[in-house]
């Protein structure tokens, strides 16, 4: 039995939305969230600065949220770096760099981890860009303590207005809570998206002339982060989701390091990856081509589940894969799991695939099986913030709470999008680039050299 979720409506008075921080850091999950009036008052520090020997603290944080809350209404794009200088960015950005990349592919969070009796997970699907949404899940939710994870399922940038705002600011949750914070990696983590949906230009424009050396290190940073999680030893995460095993094919010469790892592209030759294989993968590269040590990457970020049994070639992305419910029952029972958590469609893409559930309250759950659950969770409500029609979805976002003993049945919160949001300028093509992420153009996602 899956609990009930509940429906949130922000509120959108001019009340300072940074009111009730102390309330919210203290375990509040209060649903009265108000966007600020950025002639009400000026934030605690422009420039935001580096703090001595770079110790973070949560006033730290909260300050930057309210800095670049109150930055997104009362300043133009290009005055970005007079809120967090370029200096306070690289710092910001090797901190946590060098703690992102020491993780492992899949990360887990466990009693080793300090997940205990009293201990709750927020799960987050993508955010794509809508800051205000944001601060509004992390208010609502609770801010990262002790007692309460946040694992995070990719597609921090892209689309919406505010991408680089969201990536650092959880970048800098993820310094000063290292095992309370997961920052998952998404599809649109890439060179090559950012560069079509719009986050390479918003670097850009905030940055001016340091703009490529930001992009960069966004870059360098993106590599750093995990695929997936494992919660509780029961729940898997990931943003796309399954992914293919390998086949390994002895040489003539009978030496096993002559041995060949071929990952098989054949739809008839599919069989399911295992974590050990998902642990040895290689996610340093961002862009395709798929294959090789880089395949089960780009399936963990590309693929869709389908009511169609079997595992095949996700046609229509063009890249990863597609699963049956018959995968996901086979996934599941074979590590002893009961849910399934991915993210990766948002209405747009739902819109589009009829023999699944719409994305209109943030989730779905996409299979019902022996074993467990497999979910599709969205976190951006009203979304893409860019619509080429009149007509919007107006869908909901969700996120989700795993409680013990297990942590293994989600409790569901859906919310509205915060209104109004602060008048912002496309960074990309909206009405010429299509909503989802099908029809790729695969041959300039494949480096030149």
Known sequence: MVPQSDSLNPNNSDEDFFSTTTSVASG??????????????????????????GALTLSWVTDLMQAFEWASRALPPSEFASVLPVEVFDK???????????????VEIDSESGLGSDSRVVVVGDVHGQLHDVLFLLKNA??????????????????????????????????????????????????????????????????GDSGKHVYRKCLGCFEGLPLAS????????????LFRGTVVTPSKRAKKKNRKVVHNPEGNA??????????????????????GSNLIPGDVLWSDPSMTPGLSPNKERGIGLLWGPDCTEEFLKKFNLKLIIRSHEGPDARDKRPDLGGMDVGYTIDH???????????????????????????????????EPPDFDSPIFHSFEA??????????????????????????SMVPDS
């Not at 008052?41 to 580096?50: R, T």
């Not at 910001?92 to 899949?106: F, G, M, R």
């Not at 994870?149 to 993820?174: C, H, P, Q, S, T």
């Not at 509780?232 to 989701?241: D, F, I």
């Open 28 to 53: 509040s999950t209060s649903s009265d969230s108000k966007p600020p009036s950025p002639t009400q008052s000026l934030p605690p520090q422009i420039p935001i600065k580096w703090p001595p020997e």
């Open 92 to 106: 910001l950005v090797l901190t946590s760099s060098k703690i992102l990349h020491k993780e492992p592919n899949c």
């Open 142 to 207: 609770g801010f990262p303590g002790e007692d309460r994870f946040f694992v995070f399922n990719g597609d921090y940038v892209d689309r919406g207005a505010w991408g680089l705002e969201i990536f650092l600011l959880l970048l800098a949750w993820k310094v000063l809570m290292p095992h309370r914070v997961y920052l998952l990696r998404g599809n649109h983590e890439s060179k090559y998206c950012t560069s079509v949906y719009g986050f390479e230009k918003e670097v850009l424009t905030k940055y």
């Open 230 to 241: 494992i919660i509780a030893g029961r729940v898997y995460t990931a943003h796309g989701g």
């Open 270 to 291: 599919l069989t399911l990856g295992s974590l050990e294989e998902l642990a040895k993968a290689r996610r340093s590269v961002l862009d395709p081509p798929w294959e």
């Open 368 to 402: 019902i099986v022996e074993s467990g659950k497999l979910i599709t969770l969205f976190s951006a409500p009203d979304y893409p913030q860019f619509q080429a029609t009149e007509e919007r979805y107006r869908n909901k976002g969700a996120y989700i709470f795993l």
């Open 418 to 443: 915060v209104t109004p949001r602060p008048k912002a300028n496309p960074y990309y093509d909206f009405e010429d680039v299509i909503d989802s992420d099908e029809e790729l153009d695969l041959v």
